[in-house]
């Protein structure tokens, strides 16, 4: 079945170093792509989409590149800061049997430090 | 706007108690969704409906397990017995527009703990 693989955390950052956070999917046809942040005591939020190969999801600093050819959509931020401090959860929605469904990844915490 | 609202925050439980979590979602989306999030298997969806009609309950873990949504602004999950291992965050979602646009609106969950 369809599925999300992410890197293992923690990622642990100084504050203005680059973040990549990989993620790579399997999954048959052709899925949408998310990632989803969870801030300490809260639940998940969508931070970007990309709903087609080749497409880019931004939002708040953080990009990621739907590679069909590589079967990744790899989350990366230029500067992080302390705030970004939070879990990271790639997911992929999955059609199947006429139901859909949001299927996550198992997250990677980041942290970061002054 | 009032996001999803669930309660309780939190629930201390022994085994063999009725636990009952409830949910409601954000006013306007036809889309509710249960999941479940453990260190050791992560995020579960546990059952989602639509306009107040179960889509998919294959997530449910057993007959323990149970699910309702008597109208568009309420539903419930409920487990009778509890056991030590449903111990775990219950979160609920809701969604104007289903799964397949990705774009779910969660409560801060519900942290269950059954002694």
């Known amino acids: 079945g369809n599925s999300v693989t992410q890197m293992e955390g923690p990622v642990t950052l100084s504050e203005e170093a680059f973040l990549t956070i990989n993620c790579t999917y399997t999954?048959?046809?052709?899925?949408?792509l998310f990632w989803y942040v969870q801030y300490p005591g809260e639940g998940l939020q969508l931070l970007l989409k990309?709903?087609?190969?080749?497409d880019k999801g931004s939002n708040k600093g953080f990009e990621a590149t739907y590679r069909k050819e590589t079967t990744s959509f790899h989350l990366e931020k230029g500067s992080v800061q302390v705030s970004d401090s939070a879990v990271y959860f790639c997911?992929?929605?999955?059609?199947?049997?006429?139901?859909?469904?949001?299927?996550f990844g198992t997250g990677t915490r980041l942290q970061v430090f002054p | 706007d009032a996001g999803v609202i669930q309660s309780p925050r939190h629930e201390v439980t022994e085994m063999g108690q009725e636990v009952t979590l409830r949910c409601k979602p954000i006013?306007?989306?036809?889309?509710l969704f249960w999941y479940r999030q453990t260190m050791m298997r992560g995020l579960e969806l546990l059952i989602y409906?639509?306009?107040?009609?179960?889509?998919?309950d294959s997530g449910m873990p057993e007959d323990r397990f149970s699910a309702k949504m008597p109208n568009a602004s309420f539903s419930t999950l409920k487990i009778q017995p509890s056991e030590p291992r449903d111990s775990a965050v219950y979160f609920c979602?809701?969604?104007?527009?289903?799964?397949?646009?990705?774009?779910?609106?969660f409560g801060e969950g519900s942290r269950l703990t059954v002694l």
């Open positions: 979602a809701s969604s104007p527009n289903g799964p397949n646009t990705g774009e779910l609106f």
């Open positions: 999954a048959t046809g052709y899925p949408s």
């Open positions: 990309a709903t087609k190969a080749d």
């Open positions: 997911a992929l929605s999955d059609r199947a049997y006429n139901t859909d469904k949001l299927i």
């Open positions: 006013s306007g989306h036809d889309y």
């Open positions: 409906f639509n306009n107040n009609v179960p889509i998919d």
